[in-house]
């Protein structure tokens, strides 16, 4: 990817990205289906997620602990993420009135960096015995 960027930084935005994807393709196939987009985007984010777990496990924090203790883990860092993603994408779609497309990416961007911090500190580190 870039000699610049740390391996770890470098799969985590490897596995982001497709899981990234794979939430705006659920998204836009439900608005395409006539689902609200504040519906869809959350549905689309609860999608990424499940698809990130692994990814992020396999490419990005391959010394975290044990399944039972990243997990759950995990599973409260998707909560915070899906809560941010809904709120960022209300603001920006509804009371900034930007189009669905921009709240979307920007949403994502600033879930993507939070996302980082939480994995890093609190979900994927080696757990301490």
């Known amino acids: 990817m870039n000699k610049f960027l740390?391996?770890?930084l470098q799969g985590f935005i490897a596995?982001?990205?497709?899981?990234?994807l794979f939430h705006w393709f659920v998204m836009?196939?439900?608005?395409?289906?006539?689902?609200?987009?504040?519906?869809?985007?959350?549905?689309g984010s609860v999608s990424g997620a499940a698809l990130n777990y692994g990814l992020q496990r396999r490419l990005a924090f391959r010394n975290a602990g044990p399944h039972?203790?990243?997990?759950?883990?995990?599973?409260g860092?998707?909560?915070f993420a899906w809560l941010c993603n809904l709120?960022?994408?209300?603001?920006l779609n509804n009371l900034l009135a930007l189009p669905v497309k921009l709240s979307q990416?920007?949403?994502?961007?600033?879930?993507?960096?939070?996302?980082?911090?939480?994995?890093?500190?609190?979900?994927?580190?080696?757990?301490?015995?």
């Open 105 to 129: 990416v920007v949403t994502t961007g600033l879930v993507a960096a939070l996302n980082y911090i939480v994995y890093q500190r609190l979900v994927f580190h080696e757990q301490t015995r």
């Open 87 to 91: 709120v960022f994408f209300f603001l």
């Open 77 to 79: 860092s998707c909560f």
């Open 28 to 43: 836009a196939a439900l608005i395409g289906a006539g689902v609200e987009p504040i519906l869809a985007t959350a549905s």
């Open 6 to 8: 740390p391996p770890q």
């Open 15 to 20: 596995a982001g990205g497709l899981a990234t």
């Open 68 to 75: 039972n203790f990243t997990l759950w883990r995990y599973i």
